[in-house]
């Protein structure tokens, strides 16, 4: 992300007179021009989250086609496309058919004898790209409210960048520590074949954590889903009352996954 701050200059007075108030006129909210404060131009790194989603892809169709049990005889993936060997001409056509089901037209595939090579569409790249600078803009907006600035300005520039301005704002280091802070979110599998409390027997494969109530849980380390799967998320409160996030997950079939608790 690139970032670049303009001037500050001594805050205006700008109140409103008790006769124009009378007449319910309103103040007048000063620009950095007028004001002064701190303007972030901050650009997505759109390949690595087009990388990535690859990635999550490709983890996803090896696993798909174990589960039904489409034999290959080799599966490779270099974050741009994969390339599949199948034993035969059916176990080929299986898989075909499994991701064009699946992921409708999120893949184009090219066929050469019984090697399948695939790529995402450019209509899945650009809406992979969408989403990415939109879920960037949602998440400056969150986090300059933290700032309790007055009529900030969080807007899309170009394709890639993102402007974020904050009128009279004075702790400019602060304010670069919270808008450029960079955040995580991983799903991850409990694991139920083995007991959290046995700590000197824990599989290489799962990692040990603890909950809010300092309790531990035992994930696997494989991760599942990112925040970048996360298409919509909104606060709610459960039948019994526990608050509860309510998200919406992309994928081929798009479900709402309600979260009780998140172990951080």
Do not use: C
């Amino acid at each position: 992300m690139v970032f670049s701050i303009l001037y500050s200059l001594p805050t205006f007075v700008n109140t409103v007179p008790a006769w124009l108030t009378s007449m319910n006129a309103q103040k007048m909210n000063l620009g950095l021009d007028l004001k002064g404060g701190v303007h972030f131009l901050m650009e997505v790194d759109l390949d690595e989250v087009v990388s990535g989603k690859f990635q999550k892809f490709s983890n996803d169709i090896r696993s798909q086609l174990r589960k039904e049990k489409i034999r290959y005889n080799n599966f490779n993936n270099n974050l741009s496309e994969i390339n599949i060997a199948f034993n035969d001409s059916s176990s080929y056509e299986a898989a075909e058919d499994l991701i064009n089901n699946s992921y409708q037209e999120t893949f184009e595939l090219t066929r050469t004898g019984n090697k399948m090579k695939v790529i995402i569409s450019s209509k899945s790249l650009d809406d992979i790209r969408i989403a990415a600078i939109k879920q960037n803009t949602t998440t400056l907006r969150n986090r300059v409210n933290e700032l309790g600035v007055a009529e900030p300005i969080v807007q899309q520039s170009g394709k890639t960048r993102i402007v974020v301005e904050l009128p009279g704002i004075k702790d400019t280091t602060r304010a670069k520590e919270i808008i450029g802070a960079t955040a995580t979110l991983e799903f991850k599998m409990v694991d139920e074949d083995s007991d959290p409390y046995a700590t000197d027997n824990i599989s290489i494969n799962s990692k040990l954590y603890y909950d809010d109530s300092d309790q531990p849980v035992l994930l696997k380390r494989n991760i599942i889903l990112t925040g970048e799967n996360v298409v919509d998320a909104n606060s709610n409160l459960d039948r019994n009352g526990r608050a509860a996030v309510n998200i919406t997950l992309d994928g081929p079939e798009q479900k709402d996954l309600q979260i009780l608790q998140m172990i951080i």
